[in-house]
């Protein structure tokens, strides 16, 4: 079992910038990929960036060059730094965790989520 705590959200104006963080816990030595999604009001839920165990990143076209996402192994922590904020960021933002069994079953864990609103 893994948990996930994320914490960071909260208002912001347009082009300014949040840090959000996911503290895992639990058998966090099985998990191969951390990583955050979003979902708006009346959108699906959507990948924003994630991170292997190995330090490999992928994020969405629509959050490159203004998010970054980085792991701090030392204290089982995932941040997503977001630069340039716009009202189109406003979400509640999941941390996501994913393991794999040994025979190739994933399993995903979520955070509770935190609220993320850009707004003058």
């Known amino acids: 079992q893994v948990q996930l705590v994320e914490s960071g959200g909260g208002l912001v104006q347009p082009g300014g910038s949040l840090r959000l963080s996911c503290a895992a816990s639990?058998?966090?030595?099985?998990?191969?990929?951390l990583g955050w999604y979003r979902q708006a009001p009346g959108k699906e839920r959507e990948l924003v960036a994630s991170i292997t165990n190995r330090g490999t990143t992928n994020y969405a076209d629509s959050v490159k060059g203004r998010f970054t996402i980085s792991r701090d192994n030392a204290k089982n922590t995932v941040y997503l730094q977001m630069n340039s904020l716009n009202v189109e960021d406003t979400a509640v933002y999941y941390c996501?965790?994913?393991?794999?069994?040994?025979?190739?079953?994933?399993?995903?864990?979520w955070g509770q989520g935190t609220q993320v609103t850009v707004s003058s």
């Open positions: 639990g058998s966090i030595f099985s998990i191969n990929v």
């Open positions: 996501n965790g994913i393991t794999f069994t040994s025979l190739g079953t994933r399993r995903d864990y």
